[in-house]
């Protein structure tokens, strides 16, 4: 039985090798967060609201050309689109590094997300793979976006006191033409490329899934997770330094409290899926993202007061970017999964760009302080949404 359920050697090559392509992409999107906001304070004609535009950027050229390019891997090929996806990504981080202002840095950004590879990988993934060994690839390949937003937090801060914001964008560049190495060398080629409802999006689908309330829901609240995470990163760094914590020792904050959200999320993912408690432990994740953000708030100038607030918010953040997908997944009959986790990406990537539009905006006019009341405000009608959530039943 378990020799019949393991992935054969060319599943587990294509499996691992688009997972590292996918998750070291993720990575340089990610890297800049925990920086980028203390960067820009010194870029000529910088504003919050502009900075707030050149972290979430990435995110409205994301959202509006992954199923594109998905679409277009269905005709040209996989390869040929996801080389094409990681050159650009290439090209926006060099454009960046070479950056001397503000402008110029969401240009770089805007590449960077047109680059929309997804759900490509994801295609290709399902044109390696066999039907019953698809849905654990995919995972893989999925988790892989969690790991690489904790390793950025981490090491994004370390990072830029050995080569400064300029160089993370160089390092970008290189784990892109890397990514394009591992995609020719060593993934194998499909002998065949198919339509996968289960993996990608098909345009017949969408009126079905844009039909359907209970995963609306589900695309409301990823974009509210990520509008909330994207903002968050507009003013922790600032809070942060302003409490005592130079920007070299940011990591040293962010390891903790990475690892015990973590931590501290895995009894509650148990109680969700085997005690039966999903929607109690999913309404109480959104109501703990919220006062994490009331917390930040009223801790401003404590550094231990932050630290516990940022150990809430990621508690919470982890159990809901596990608990999300999870929920589209079982909620979508296999003939349109694909096309409804790729409304949900869209929806993500949207809340990203809307993250960094709004928070920079509200840290203009109102300071950074009441980034975090908007988020709690984002938050709660998320959760007065998520009132009416179905539980999935068991398989």
Known sequence: MGREESLNPRERRATLGLAAIYGSRMLGLFLILPVFALYAEHLPSAT????GIAIGIYGLTQAALQIPFGLASDRIGRKPVIVAGLLLFAVGSVVAATADDIWTIIAGRAIQGSGAIAAAVMAL??????????????ATVGVTIGFSFTVALIAGPLFNTWIGVPGLFWLTAILALLGIAILLVAIPTPERSSVHAEAEPVPALFGKVLGNSQLLRLDLGIF??????????????LELVEAGLAVERHAWLYLPVMLGGMGLMVPFVIKAEKGGKMKEVFLGAVGLLGLAQIGLYAMEGSLWGLGLALLAFFTAFNLLEATLPSLV???????IRG???GVYSTSQFTGAFMGGLTGGWVHQHYGTTMIFVTSAIVTLIWLLAAQGMKVPEKR
């Open 48 to 51: 919050p609201v502009l900075t």
């Open 125 to 138: 993934l399902a044109d390696l793979t066999r039907d019953s060994h698809r849905t654990r690839a995919m």
């Open 224 to 237: 509210c997770l990520h509008l909330v995470l994207t903002a968050l990163f507009l003013a922790v760094p």
């Open 339 to 341: 096309t409804a986790m």
């Open 329 to 335: 997944s079982k909620l979508a009959p296999g003939a």
